[in-house]
């Protein structure tokens, strides 16, 4: 198909999740082998890709910061959020430092994960009722029960003024 640029293949697991940067410069993928890879996306229309990895504890979730500059993860069995860094090197390539591991607050699996876009918060959300509003350095700003059985996905609108769940 006329939109199918290029296959990109580094993971050697099933991935979980992906996500563009903001500045459109990068795509991150999640996977079941324990890494994240960054994509510089200029490089999609090469035949070979360079890629950036990153490995880190079994992660479901993956979102860009607003300013793509670093990238938040669900990591599954801590059930917690954690924040890493993308450092540029000498060499061109990138290092990644684990930023901040946010406290886990969630008492069933973190099903959800939405940051906003203006930068200001983080919205986590469990297989349950439970929605929580993180600030960026970790704190619990706000705990909402989203009077779902079930909760399936938390989402942040672009302007970042509403968060929204789904569930049954």
């Known amino acids: 198909h006329k939109w199918l640029m290029t296959s990109l293949k580094g993971h ?36 070979e890709h360079k890629c950036f990895r990153c490995n880190v504890d079994l992660s479901i979730y993956l979102k860009w910061s607003p300013d793509s500059k670093a990238f938040v993860l669900q990591k ?34 973190i099903i959800g994960l939405g940051i906003a876009s203006n930068g200001k ?20 700003l706000a705990r909402v029960d989203t009077y779902h059985n079930l909760t399936y996905c938390v989402r942040v609108s672009p302007c970042g003024r509403f968060v929204a769940t789904s569930g049954f």
């Open 12 to 47: 050697s697991k099933r991935i979980l999740d992906m996500d563009f940067s903001p500045n459109g410069k990068y795509l991150a993928t999640t996977s079941e082998d324990e890494s994240v890879i960054v994509w510089p996306v200029k490089e999609f229309t090469q035949k």
């Open 76 to 109: 599954s069995i801590q059930n917690s959020i954690e924040v890493y860094k993308m450092n540029k090197k000498p060499d061109g390539g990138f290092e990644f430092t684990p930023a901040l591991t946010f406290p886990a607050k969630h008492t069933t699996d």
């Open 121 to 140: 918060f983080i919205a986590t959300c469990s297989d349950k009722t439970d929605l929580i509003i993180w600030s960026l350095r970790g704190d619990v």
